[in-house]
């Protein structure tokens, strides 16, 4: 979606590096999403966020959402090989329950 | 898991022959989507239902439509299949519920020839 622009669109990091990766909003979001997808499968839910300043953990992933609900972050300490794989980011816009998505970074951890 | 299964999982078809692919689920969620997924450019919304009958389009809607006659299946077809539509297809549910997540299938692999 031209609404939602993630940076980096490609990330190779070496293992054990820490990473960001940010999603980034023309427009205030209701509800920010992070999924994660390994290569050629499904969509796996991370975490999600509704609240300016919000910020959720979950193992060694955590996400923030900015406090104007316009930016979210998604930050690995000590990347692992089981990281590797396509982040997206996913919104709400309307609070019509209407998901777009951005166009995902491509994660790789080299050993 | 949750109960949310998409036929075919690969499709090839020759350009100008109509295409149905199939979401179907067993969680009873309101909201169901289709989406299309091509290097570069992350998930793009054809369309999605917020209800029985009830559609609106998508981003790059252009070439789909959708039918959904009961709550369990959202059909998408392509009414003429062109190279262009060769993509990986998600369908996804949900019940709308605030901080409630959208759960994908497994994807469908179509390939216009």
């Known amino acids: 979606s031209q609404e939602l622009e993630q940076s980096p669109q490609s990330l190779i990091v070496q293992e054990g590096k820490n990473l960001t990766i940010n999603c980034t909003s023309s427009?205030?979001?209701?509800?920010l999403y992070w999924y994660k997808q390994k290569y050629g499968e499904g969509l796996i839910f991370l975490m999600m966020?509704?609240?300016?300043?919000e910020e959720k953990s979950h193992e060694k992933i955590t996400a923030k959402l900015d406090e104007k609900k316009q930016q979210s972050s998604l930050h690995i300490t000590a990347s692992q090989p089981s990281h590797a794989g396509i982040y997206l980011c996913g919104a709400d816009f309307q609070g019509a329950q209407k998901l777009v998505f951005g166009q995902g970074t491509r994660l790789t951890i080299n050993p | 898991d949750a109960g949310i299964t998409q036929s075919p999982r690969h499709k090839v078809t020759e350009t100008g022959t109509p295409v149905t692919l199939r979401c179907h689920q067993t969680e009873n969620h309101r909201y169901m989507y289709w989406y299309r997924q091509d290097p570069g450019h992350g998930l793009r919304l054809i369309h999605y239902?917020?209800?029985?009958?009830?559609?609106d389009k998508g981003e790059v809607s252009d070439g789909y439509s959708v039918s959904r006659s009961k709550t369990e299946d959202f059909l998408l077809t392509l009414e003429s299949a062109t190279s262009s539509q060769t993509s990986v297809y998600f369908c996804?549910?949900?019940?709308?519920?605030?901080?409630?997540?959208?759960?994908f299938g497994q994807g469908t692999r179509l390939t216009v020839v």
């Open positions: 966020l509704q609240k300016g300043g």
């Open positions: 239902s917020y209800g029985v009958k009830d559609t």
């Open positions: 996804a549910i949900s019940d709308g519920t605030v901080s409630t997540e959208a759960f």
């Open positions: 427009k205030t979001l209701y509800g």
